[in-house]
């Protein structure tokens, strides 16, 4: 005889009916213990009278909704969120599998498939984390299977989301952990500090304040490590900086500051390393968590309100905090290439971006017009269509590339400052001599665009 179970309501429905039955008890009383007319009692006492226990099993036990998912198709869908969308949140993945892989489904579903496999969010929070991790654990222990215990260790540490544990760097300049912290550094307004620091000694090598995470902050580090201690090997930060973060919705090259940054490394020679993990670049951050302690105190005590006032300030503070929390550094150990010269780093943390002469022999920059000068302070003509390249050094200068050749840029103003018809004082200005520079390899356009393209597409040039 096949064992009827029943939920906890229907289990208390049977044994209301069963005992009205067995008792001859009252059924108004029963139709009060359960919610019902006295109709349905009489309809419950018969149905039990006929199958007995069974009876009180709901019809849709056992079955199945039209709408649920097959087995194979919560297999599918398990694999392509590990294999396609493993990076992607619950809401967003559901998003991508109803466009490339025809499959509708909720982000409460999808949710329900991938806990039951132990696989979680990026944006899963800590308690969730704990939770998941109380469970396996649970399961760990009572399991008798070497293979599924295996399984569920390794459910466990993926869940950790731990980084191993490393010895710092050899080498005093090997690699430099970079990143920004947004924070109430001082005043009332939110502010980025940029920071550079040495894996090897925990020696802070940059730092500058901005008002977003922007490649000026960190062009701004990079410039201090390269004037005062040189080139270094490797640069390690998150993959959501500058450094990596790509927006495709970016119109202008000068706007998308992963090329500018990583075309300016390229030249120095500088590799550029990339992690999504806040515990592998453990060095930069802990370094934060003393510095959003200390620094917002000394900034107010300095009277400091503004930007450029922090900025100074830093110079000092980088030293103290240096001199109290890094290791000596030993010069002797130390790998970074000597400091390059002034005008290398002014041309080299510089921001490219392509231009097309005008019919009226002009570049169009930043909203402004501009004519191109030679070194003899003379206006050089292009005709219309003309390509090249502008070029906007660390200090602000503008220069113009074009057919292997570079000019400097001078603005066109809106309006003549004076005239030689009714201005007494009417001097012709007469053309000054440019120190330009001579033809850089960093600023050939095919150079330039040959990384642009490689940015754009790694895995199709690789491939």
Not at 51 to 66: L, Q, S, Y
Not at 86 to 93: I, L, P, R, V, Y
Not at 158 to 179: I, K, T
Request: charged fraction near 25%; proline fraction near 3%.
């Amino acid at each position: 005889m096949r064992k009827v179970i029943l939920t906890l309501e229907a289990q208390e429905k049977y044994e209301i009916i069963k005992r009205l039955v067995d008792e001859h008890g009252n059924k108004k009383a029963a139709a009060l213990k359960i919610g019902c007319t006295l109709r349905h009692i009489n309809r419950l006492i018969k149905k039990y009278e006929k199958e007995g226990k069974a009876a009180f099993v709901h019809g849709n036990t056992g079955r199945k909704p039209i709408h649920t998912l097959s087995d194979q198709q919560k297999t599918d869908i398990i694999t392509l969120y590990n294999s396609k969308y493993w990076d992607a949140n619950f809401t967003h993945c559901c998003e991508l599998l109803q466009k490339y892989d025809s499959i509708v489904i909720s982000p409460s579903t999808l949710r329900k498939i991938l806990y039951s496999e132990f696989i979680l969010s990026p944006r899963a929070t800590r308690k969730t984390r704990k939770q998941m991790n109380k469970i396996l654990k649970q399961l760990h222990k009572g399991t008798k299977s070497k293979k599924k215990k295996a399984q569920i260790e390794a459910s466990i540490i993926a869940m950790e989301d731990a980084h191993s544990r490393r010895p710092r760097c050899a080498y005093f300049g090997e690699m430099l952990q970079m990143d920004a912290s947004v924070h109430l550094w001082f005043g009332d307004k939110k502010a980025n500090l940029h920071i550079a620091i040495d894996d090897c000694t925990g020696t802070i090598v940059g730092a500058y304040f901005d008002e977003q995470e922007t490649l000026n902050g960190y062009y701004n580090v990079l410039n201090q490590v390269l004037c005062n201690y040189g080139i270094p090997n490797m640069l390690y930060t998150d993959n959501r900086t500058v450094f990596e973060y790509k927006k495709k919705s970016k119109a202008n090259i000068e706007d998308d500051t992963f090329t500018q940054f990583s075309y300016a490394c390229k030249q120095l020679g500088i590799e550029i390393k990339t992690t999504s993990i806040a515990q592998a670049k453990g060095r930069v951050e802990r370094a934060f968590q003393t510095l959003q302690l200390r620094l917002p105190v000394e900034l107010r005590l300095a009277g400091i309100s503004t930007l450029s006032e922090a900025n100074v300030f830093l110079n000092s503070y980088i030293k103290e905090y240096n001199t109290k929390f890094a290791l000596q550094i030993n010069h002797n150990k130390s790998v970074f290439i000597p400091q390059p010269d002034f005008d290398t780093i002014n041309h080299t943390l510089a921001i490219l971006s392509e231009r097309t002469v005008d019919n009226g022999h002009c570049i169009r920059y930043d909203n402004k017009y501009f004519k191109t000068v030679d070194s003899r302070g003379l206006q050089v003509h292009y005709h219309k269509g003309v390509k090249g390249m502008v070029i906007m050094t660390f200090n602000g200068e503008l220069l113009f590339s074009t057919h292997d050749k570079i000019y400097a840029l001078d603005e066109i103003p809106q309006h003549e400052q004076k005239s030689k018809d009714f201005d007494i004082d009417f001097t012709l200005e007469k053309p000054r001599k440019r120190n330009i520079p001579g033809m850089k390899h960093p600023w050939r356009s095919e150079t330039f665009l040959k990384h642009v393209k490689y940015a754009l597409h790694p895995r199709e040039l690789s491939a």
